[in-house]
């Protein structure tokens, strides 16, 4: 069994958005829906002051607290320790109980415009677009499509800092798991107890 | 994993067409994905040594750059005058377009001289990249107009456009570091992670093994963030920094007294009566011999039994003389770090820290841009920067400041075709921007033109073709940037988008995006022919088809190869012993290995008489102290002046507008004034902004996210402009300072946002500019330390 993961260089990552647009241009999510955005935080006074950034996107938790908030079971573990939403299942209607559960704000709601350029689309931007139906929750799937494939997620591959390592938890000798086991990547939020399959790391000292 | 991916598995029809990105100068590696001639996606292209798979904002996003509603489809005219609120565009064909074009550079070049038609186009990644420029240069040469030019003077005038031939001899070369060999990264205003894609992997790589980076930017930009050491000097004040570190590093005896006795012209004796260097015994430069206690000729190379004096004051031949270093060496000893804090905000202990890092780590790298030029400074700040690492030997070595060369492809911009003396006809010339004139870089900061057409100063500009340039918001004093184009007899545009400053045009043209045009290229280690990924949409043509099609029409063809772009092509990759069509051959391109970067150079002896090859500056050496811009009556060395405008230089107009505005850096999903419209790339930063101190904006009473009003004064202190921008707090600024990001001023109708206009109560932070603030030697103008006030509406 594999279980797939990454782990994200703080100290690398610049707010530059690349991982988002890759996301974008790799899933055609609906406009405004996000599966990985940047928290961008400021601390101290000018010039003693600091900037992180920090990448979100679905932790893929082991514990799975999303899923134990839907009323449908429409949330489940799958194939490498992916989460994934059943659209046919997904069915509250305006509070969505998985949403309000992810500690990270990651899961969005489609809802909305329907596509960038409603009158002005490409057949296979109709196609892409009309794949996300109104209403339902979405998420990162790690590109699901694309590890399958033998491709890094798109915002892996995409990253100019090369912050975002991608690799198989399960895998004790790969470059994931030891940083892992090493305890140099932890989860965002250790406090949570939520066994996510997305680390955090501070490869360089903070300035 | 990342392996792996070098070797995608696809399962459908896609077409995949390996190209590069041209959206900036770094040309990234790209795999674009084609499915029935539409484009699907584009991604980095793991081959690609640059960027190694990796890929920005920009081109990650060119499908809705491609296929966007908002384009210009046709070739427009105007049926009604300039000045009325609706121009009556109507769609003509190219024909008659190129015809008119044609036909007006005819009128205008028979009535008023070539001179008087100005070939302007914009910064790099415009409609189809930099990669085109050569040619519309060629065009410009034939016609016979020395006016041929952009926005060099506020981009990188000092660094590589032409960079600092007079002190550095690397005229057109580009800065080229080895971050694998460097030990220390010093940035100047260079947002680098974010304005060099390729380069962030690298850079933090070095970070990971321990190389330090060392950022001087007055705002907490995203590099200066990851930087281990940030200095936040006041706008416009790098110059009385840097002299302070050169006072720290000469006190301190950190200097490389080898380096500069043998390779710069620091031991040269400078006449105290003239400022001239002393010359003697049939050579043009003397040092004096500190072993033999005697004057020496040098050629500029002394024997190796000499040693040459750097410091003291000698007397020759009843002539009064000093070695260029103890000049040097007088001014920094004036820059006390203590001094240097007073002016620069930047403490003393700081400074001192910096310096010693600075000079005991080697290999030291150094690098610079946009930041410093922006100031009425900029020349001088650069030249005292460009020193640091001559002065600490930390040059032309691996994992140094070093510099590389173009590819050789055959050069296309035929500059022969211009008669010599309209270089020094050229509005740069003729305006007494004799540095400029020198180095013949004939290309003209454009507030020029805006004199030379309202005033006829020196000589009326008439007409203006434009390609790939936002007129009306790229340059400082919209306004009068509008006004000018107003008052053209004829003005053509050709753009992706409908400009702000069409709305002066007399013809409109559509453009080709980046991924509808095609050009030859070397991409490490691939030479490719880029092919067109999809045919442009609508009538848009690539910036290059204008370019020839027009040059028929002018009587060029035989100059432009027939009019065969293909033959052209051929042309330029002539050195490489193939041809376009080869290329084209193999979708992958040629594998060509990358040149191994050659460093020492200037130690490299001549075959004919083994002296050194030296650098091509005027004495052959690097050079401290410029002797040339002593004689074109420019100071010779870089000493302390205050930005122009600047709380200190023009107090006055600093008692009505108390804060300073700064504006520059951009983050990596825009390119200038570009992209805004792709909605994308705007969901990520949907609105214009202005950054105040949170500290300034309580006293100012301004919420976060609050629209507030930026005014600023013109040099009489009446007021130029006015910006409304949504305010966001932050401590990335000093109190005093606020911060305007330019390049705004397209909507982006797909998310509800309209255009921003480009004058009064738009979001053009080049409208709140007076242009009259101006480097004398590089023709920058002062946008870094501007004064201004903030106000709720």
């Given at each position: 069994m594999a279980r797939y993961g990454l782990a994200i260089d703080l100290s690398r990552c610049t707010g530059c958005y690349a991982c988002i647009i890759a996301c974008k241009s790799e899933n055609?999510?609906?406009?405004?829906?996000?599966?990985i955005r940047i928290d961008e935080k400021e601390q101290g006074e000018h010039p003693k002051v600091a900037r992180s950034y920090t990448p979100l996107l679905c932790m893929q938790c082991g514990e799975v607290p999303c899923a134990q908030a839907c009323p449908s079971e429409a949330i489940s573990k799958g194939e490498g320790g992916i989460i994934f939403i059943d659209e046919e299942r997904c069915i509250c209607d305006a509070v969505k109980p998985c949403i309000a559960a992810c500690p990270f704000e990651v899961l969005m709601a489609n809802k909305g415009r329907l596509s960038y350029f409603p009158d002005y689309l490409t057949p296979h931007e109709k196609q892409a677009y009309e794949a996300h139906r109104h209403a339902v929750v979405e998420k990162c799937t790690l590109c699901h499509h694309r590890i399958t494939a033998g491709l890094l997620p798109a915002c892996v591959q995409t990253c100019p800092s090369q912050a975002m390592i991608f690799g198989d938890l399960d895998e004790p000798q790969g470059d994931l798991a030891q940083l892992v086991s090493r305890g140099e990547a932890k989860p965002l939020r250790e406090d949570l107890k939520a066994d996510p399959s997305v680390f955090y790391l501070q490869r360089l000292a903070a300035p | 994993m990342r392996e792996n991916a070098s070797t995608p598995r696809m399962k459908d029809d896609t077409e995949k067409i390996f190209s590069y990105c041209i959206h900036c100068a770094a040309l990234c590696g790209v795999v674009a994905h084609v499915r029935d001639g539409y484009l699907i996606k584009v991604e980095g292209d793991p081959?690609?040594?640059?960027?190694a798979g990796t890929l920005c904002p920009k081109a990650l996003a060119a499908k809705q750059e491609v296929y966007h509603p908002g384009r210009l489809k046709f070739p427009m005219k105007r049926t009604k005058p300039k000045g009325d609120a609706d121009p009556g565009w109507t769609r003509i064909s190219w024909d008659q377009a190129l015809d008119t074009i044609a036909a007006r550079m005819k009128e205008i070049k028979a009535q008023y001289g070539p001179e008087s038609f100005f070939l302007q186009k914009g910064s790099t990644?415009?409609?189809?990249?930099?990669?085109w420029y050569g040619f519309f240069n060629r065009l410009a040469n034939l016609y016979g107009s020395p006016n041929f030019g952009g926005t060099g003077h506020i981009c990188c005038y000092s660094r590589s456009c032409p960079g600092l031939p007079l002190h550095l001899g690397n005229k057109r070369l580009h800065p080229s570091i080895d971050y694998e060999k460097t030990n220390l990264i010093f940035l100047v205003g260079y947002n680098i992670l974010h304005t060099e894609p390729p380069l962030a992997r690298k850079i933090f790589d070095a970070q990971q093994r321990g190389a330090k980076l060392i950022v001087v930017d007055p705002l907490l930009s995203p590099t200066a963030a990851k930087a281990d050491i940030w200095l936040a000097p006041r706008p416009g004040t790098d110059l009385a920094l840097f002299l302070a570190l050169h006072h720290v590093i000469i006190h301190e005896d950190l200097y490389d007294a080898d380096f500069l006795s043998s390779w710069t012209n620091a031991p040269f004796l400078v006449r105290e009566d003239s400022g001239l260097f002393l010359s003697g015994d049939g050579a043009p430069y003397m040092v004096w011999d500190s072993e033999h206690g005697a004057p020496c000729p040098a050629d500029p190379w002394v024997p190796p039994h000499v040693r040459p004096a750097l410091t003291g004051s000698y007397v020759v031949s009843g002539v009064a003389c000093r070695p260029a270093w103890q000049l040097f060496s007088d001014l920094a000893g004036r820059c006390s770090p203590e001094w240097a804090q007073e002016i620069t905000w930047v403490p003393a202990d700081e400074i001192r820290r910096v310096a010693r890092l600075y000079a005991t780590t080697k290999p030291a790298s150094t690098d610079w841009y946009n930041g410093i030029h922006r100031s009425s400074n900029a020349f001088y700040t650069a030249v005292a920067l460009a020193l640091l690492p001559i002065v600490t030997g930390n040059w032309d070595l691996p994992g140094a400041l070093a510099f590389e060369s173009d590819p050789p492809f055959n050069d296309v911009k035929g500059t022969r075709y211009l008669n010599k003396d309209w270089i020094h006809k050229s509005l740069v010339a003729a305006a007494g921007f004799k540095v400029r004139a020198h180095n013949q870089e004939y290309v003209g900061p454009m507030n020029l033109v805006a004199d030379a057409i309202l005033t006829g100063k020196p000589y009326p500009i008439r007409g203006m073709l434009s390609l790939a340039s936002g007129l009306g918001t790229s340059n400082p004093n919209s306004k009068r940037m509008m006004e000018a184009l107003r008052q053209l007899e004829f003005l053509a545009m050709g753009d992706i988008w409908q400009t702000?400053?069409?709305?002066?045009?007399d013809l409109i043209l559509p453009c080709a995006t980046p991924w509808e045009s095609e050009f030859v290229n070397y991409n490490a280690p691939y030479l490719m022919y880029?092919?067109?990924?999809v045919k442009p949409q609508h009538e848009a043509w690539p910036d290059l088809k204008i370019v020839f099609e027009l040059a028929k029409r002018l009587g060029y063809a035989k100059e432009f190869w027939d009019g065969d772009i293909k033959k052209a092509f051929n042309y330029m990759l002539e050195p490489f012993q193939v041809t376009a069509d080869e290329l084209a051959a193999s979708p992958r391109g040629i594998r060509h290995a990358p040149p191994q970067p050659r460093y020492r150079r200037y130690a490299a002896r001549e075959e004919k008489n083994g002296k050194p090859k030296g650098v091509a500056t005027p004495t052959g050496r690097l050079e401290i102290y410029s002797e040339r811009l002593k004689s074109l009556g420019y100071d010779p060395l870089p000493y302390w002046r205050e930005p122009e405008p600047g709380p200190f230089s023009t107090p006055e107009l600093f008692r009505e507008f108390p804060l300073i505005l700064s504006s520059g850096f951009k983050p990596m999903h825009w390119l200038h004034g570009q992209l805004r419209a792709v909605p994308w790339l705007r969901e990520c930063q949907e609105e214009p902004f202005v950054w105040i101190n949170r500290r300034t904006a309580l006293k100012l009473g301004v919420q976060d996210g609050e629209e507030v009003l930026v005014e600023t004064p013109r040099r009489d202190g009446t007021v130029q402009g006015h910006a409304r921008l949504k305010a966001m707090l932050t401590e990335a600024v000093h109190p005093q300072v606020i911060y305007i990001p330019y390049g705004w001023w397209q909507g982006c109708d797909s998310l509800g946002l309209n255009d921003y206009g480009n004058l009064d109560g738009s979001a053009n932070v080049n409208n709140l500019y007076d242009d009259s603030f101006t480097d004398p030697v590089s023709g920058t103008i002062g946008m870094v330390s501007y004064p201004c006030r903030v106000r709720r509406e």
């Open positions: 055609s999510t609906l406009p405004g829906v996000f599966w | 081959n690609a040594l640059n960027n990644g415009g409609s189809a990249g930099a990669e702000p400053a069409m709305e002066m045009a880029r092919q067109p990924i």
